[in-house]
């Protein structure tokens, strides 16, 4: 009898030793209760307890954690239905508000979430939707982080994954979507004809311009170079009158011999004229010879230094032979 007492004792002394001893793991804390009111926190590491006294009645971690939030209906402000689901992600800072403050706390944040997301979503047109997503999380972050504070949770990011509308709304999508290709490729289309046009205008409208310069320095280049040469044969002239005339002052024979070609070139002339279809001969009477060489004399001015042209000295010649 003894033994059996004393075996008893033994393992109630067992029992209650290895009850005492708590082991919280890593990221991990524990909450006591004592008689039905909260005692203390446990913390990672060894812990004492006071055996069928203290009860440990709620565990959870303090990493964070990732929240799948199922898809939701919602309704925008133009009245289209949509799918939202999204992504939460949370963690518990206070363990004993996580517990005491609310029930069943990871219910209470999806609820809490879906409620938000729908709030958001009715503020919204479709459109914005889709262009909006960064503004919509950062309003949700904000949102569920201030709804959870009581709870001692903090909320670290909100992702919306899928924003889907309902079947007819693709559809009709894919048609605004694919008018509106077709108005750009439009819209390209014509830009690229009138562009091509444009510079079709101005290559011709240059090329006139560079044809009409080219044309006129040709001219200007033609008109300078006749003109040169109007100088040089000018020149040319000048010398070759000064040469003559240099030359019928020292030798008589000189002058002579240029009347007698200049009074044969004369008659030649005549004779070209007499033999024109196309041309009016006037015939001289040779009686009047005399005068008419006289009135030739005096239509030839003299010559700068007041010499006697070569012309006068032809017409004095024909004068003298006219008169013998």
């Given at each position: 009898?003894?033994?059996?007492?004393?075996?008893?004792?033994?393992?109630?002394?067992?029992?209650?030793?290895?009850?005492?001893?708590?082991?919280?793991?890593?990221?991990?804390?524990?909450?006591?209760?004592?008689?039905?009111?909260?005692?203390?926190?446990?913390?990672?590491?060894?812990?004492?307890?006071?055996?069928?006294?203290?009860?440990?009645?709620?565990?959870?971690?303090?990493?964070?954690?990732?929240?799948?939030?199922?898809?939701?209906?919602?309704?925008?402000?133009?009245?289209?239905?949509?799918?939202?689901?999204?992504?939460?992600?949370?963690?518990?800072?206070?363990?004993?508000?996580?517990?005491?403050?609310?029930?069943?706390?990871?219910?209470?944040?999806?609820?809490?979430?879906?409620?938000?997301?729908?709030?958001?979503?009715?503020?919204?047109?479709?459109?914005?939707?889709?262009?909006?997503?960064?503004?919509i999380n950062e309003i949700l972050l904000r949102e569920l982080d201030l709804a959870t504070d009581p709870w001692?949770?903090?909320?670290?990011?909100?992702?919306?994954?899928?924003?889907?509308?309902?079947?007819?709304?693709?559809?009709?999508?894919?048609?605004?979507?694919?008018?509106?290709?077709?108005?750009?490729?439009?819209?390209?289309?014509?830009?690229?004809?009138?562009?091509?046009?444009?510079?079709?205008?101005?290559?011709?409208?240059?090329?006139?311009?560079?044809?009409?310069?080219?044309?006129?320095?040709?001219?200007?280049?033609?008109?300078?170079?006749?003109?040169?040469?109007?100088?040089?044969?000018?020149?040319?002239?000048?010398?070759?009158?000064?040469?003559?005339?240099?030359?019928?002052?020292?030798?008589?024979?000189?002058?002579?011999?240029?009347?007698?070609?200049?009074?044969?070139?004369?008659?030649?002339?005549?004779?070209?004229?007499?033999?024109?279809?196309?041309?009016?001969?006037?015939?001289?009477?040779?009686?009047?010879?005399?005068?008419?060489?006289?009135?030739?004399?005096?239509?030839?001015?003299?010559?700068?230094?007041?010499?006697?042209?070569?012309?006068?000295?032809?017409?004095?010649?024909?004068?003298?032979?006219?008169?013998?």
């Amino acid at each position: 009898m003894g033994e059996f007492v004393l075996l008893v004792f033994l393992a109630l002394g067992g029992s209650a030793l290895a009850g005492s001893v708590k082991i919280v793991n890593e990221k991990n804390e524990y909450l006591v209760e004592s008689l039905g009111s909260y005692k203390k926190k446990l913390e990672s590491g060894l812990n004492l307890v006071t055996p069928f006294i203290d009860k440990v009645v709620y565990k959870e971690t303090i990493r964070e954690k990732v929240l799948d939030v199922p898809p939701q209906s919602c309704i925008t402000k133009d009245n289209v239905g949509i799918s939202v689901d999204a992504v939460v992600y949370w963690r518990i800072m206070d363990m004993y508000k996580a517990y005491y403050k609310v029930e069943n706390l990871r219910d209470a944040i999806v609820n809490l979430v879906l409620t938000q997301i729908r709030s958001e979503m009715g503020k919204l047109e479709l459109d914005q939707t889709f262009t909006a997503r960064s503004e919509i999380n950062e309003i949700l972050l904000r949102e569920l982080d201030l709804a959870t504070d009581p709870w001692g949770v903090k909320v670290t990011r909100v992702e919306l994954r899928d924003i889907v509308p309902s079947r007819a709304v693709q559809d009709s999508m894919e048609l605004q979507m694919a008018a509106e290709r077709k108005k750009r490729a439009a819209i390209l289309t014509s830009e690229g004809e009138r562009d091509s046009a444009v510079n079709s205008a101005q290559g011709k409208a240059e090329a006139q311009v560079l044809d009409a310069e080219a044309q006129k320095k040709a001219a200007i280049l033609r008109a300078e170079a006749q003109a040169q040469q109007e100088v040089l044969k000018a020149q040319a002239t000048a010398r070759a009158l000064d040469i003559v005339t240099d030359k019928l002052k020292s030798d008589p024979r000189a002058r002579e011999a240029l009347q007698f070609l200049l009074a044969q070139n004369y008659l030649e002339m005549g004779k070209t004229i007499g033999s024109s279809e196309s041309s009016k001969v006037m015939f001289m009477d040779p009686r009047n010879m005399i005068s008419t060489l006289e009135g030739m004399r005096s239509m030839v001015g003299d010559s700068k230094n007041g010499e006697t042209s070569s012309l006068n000295w032809e017409l004095d010649k024909i004068d003298r032979h006219s008169a013998g």
